[in-house]
């Protein structure tokens, strides 16, 4: 979603005159854009916003947007006096007004819903992989989780609007879609007429568009898994055999703590009808470890899940004490130490995940999308269906965006492969 938002900030101010720089020292205006989910990459953006506030022209305007502006509000003026600006994450469209009233401090963290996207002008190159959000905000309320509090409750975009900036992606050069939003599936929109539309419409109508190949989304509920989601999946080949779907913990008795969906078997069914649809189809999960009163048994069944679904390509943290969350204030928080220790063991079972199933592709063919040359210079990197990196020897012809990999070789992290012409 900061991708998204970061890209549309910057045609918002090329708009504007403005180019972008890569040196601090060059720059008239210099935005963090910032994420809150977890304490450590809000303590970041105060770290780097000190370094910046050093090195910036004394003329040149700075500001934070996003998750952290909203959760910080006008504190961030207290602990950064340098500060231009603190726009939420649905307000960074006010951008322009810092430009054309530089002596101000602007301050706007409001919820404004979904206004922003009409505010925002459309991409006039797009990038390879698109990404289009089709939601903002939350609903579920997970007893960690800040994003209701920075993001809101949920709204869907209207179903126009999301296939307008989908086309839009495809004529100025998108090949690969990734619709996202905090809670992806449970997008709904009902049009005036009283049509509702889902995720599956969504991705039904965007496989029409001849330039896009590939389809994907992020990130998914289990509860929201709905049938007619599911087997899209079997029906929609442009739609990738990858999801990702949050289990974060493998203990009912945790994930109630968590306001998570508890039933692990009703979990188990989604995964099963999604391979029945979809044999080939590979799950991913974002882990948290060491929630309050999470016991060695508790952690053992999350080692237990994480081995039995075989996850790949998972994101697995230690529990982070956030404001305005339940969990903050619960009781039997547990130490850093067992938490890295247990972040450690989880690591370990994911690692050898994906070791097994990157070994599994060797041999295999696949369609892989080119990301650009890797440090090297020598080497094409390219991103296979299931989101695993593959590096290729540049080859002497020319290449396509999408290519067919034979999978040569394979390590824990990557995937070596030659182009089948
Ligand atoms: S579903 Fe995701 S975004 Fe929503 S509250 Fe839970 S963790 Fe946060």
Redesign the pocket.
């Known amino acids: 979603m900061n991708v998204y938002d970061s890209e549309r900030i910057a045609a918002m101010l090329e708009k504007h005159g403005l180019t972008q720089t890569e040196n601090v020292a060059d720059a008239d205006i210099i935005i963090l854009n910032t994420c809150a ?1 977890r304490a450590k990459a809000t303590d970041k953006v105060y770290s780097c916003l000190g370094r910046i506030r050093r090195a910036k022209k004394e003329s040149a305007l700075l500001g934070i947007v996003g998750c952290v502006a909203r959760e910080s509000g006008s504190d961030a003026f207290r602990r950064i006096p340098e500060l231009n600006f603190v726009l939420g994450p649905q307000s960074y469209h006010k951008l322009p007004e810092i430009i054309k009233n530089p002596d101000i401090k602007l301050l706007n963290i409001d919820l404004g819903g979904l206004e922003k996207f009409d505010e925002l002008p459309q991409m006039e190159k797009s990038p390879t992989v698109a990404y289009i959000p089709v939601q903002e905000g ?5 007893t ?5 509090y920075t ?1 809101g409750r949920e709204l869907s975009r209207p179903f126009d609007d999301v296939i307008a900036d989908t086309v839009n992606a495809a004529k100025t050069g998108a090949i690969e879609i990734c619709f996202l939003g ?2 992806v599936n449970g997008y709904k929109y009902t049009d005036e007429k009283g049509n509702l539309f889902r995720l599956s419409d969504l991705i039904r109508e965007t496989a029409k568009l001849p330039e896009i190949l590939r389809i994907r989304f992020t ?1 998914s ?1 289990p509860t929201e898994m709905t049938d007619d989601l599911i087997n899209i999946f079997g029906t929609e080949p442009k739609l990738l055999p990858f999801l990702n779907m ?1 289990i ?1 913990s493998g203990s009912p008795r945790i994930l109630k703590k ?3 969906p508890n039933d692990l078997d009703a979990y188990k069914t989604i995964v099963q009808k999604l391979k029945n649809v979809r044999p080939d189809i590979q799950i991913s999960s ?1 882990f948290i470890v060491g929630f309050p009163d999470e016991t060695d048994e508790d952690f053992a069944e999350t080692l237990r899940i994480a081995r039995e679904i075989k996850y790949i390509n998972s994101y697995s943290f230690k529990y982070s004490p956030r404001p305005h969350t339940a969990a903050a204030i619960m009781p039997n928080q547990i130490s850093e130490q067992i938490k890295s220790v247990r972040l450690q063991q989880l690591d370990a079972q994911l690692n050898e995940n994906q070791r097994e199933f990157n070994m599994s592709c060797i041999d295999k063919e696949m369609i892989c999308l080119f990301e650009g040359n890797d440090k090297t210079g020598r080497n094409l990197v390219f991103r296979t269906p299931y989101m695993q990196q593959c590096i290729v020897e540049k080859p002497d012809h020319e290449i396509t965006p999408l290519q067919k990999i034979k999978i040569t070789d394979a390590n824990k992290s990557c995937l070596h492969g030659e182009i089948i012409k």
């Open positions: 989910v939350c609903n579920h309320c997970c960690y989780c800040i994003v209701p993001r905090q809670n990130s509920y949050p974060q968590m306001n998570r974002d």
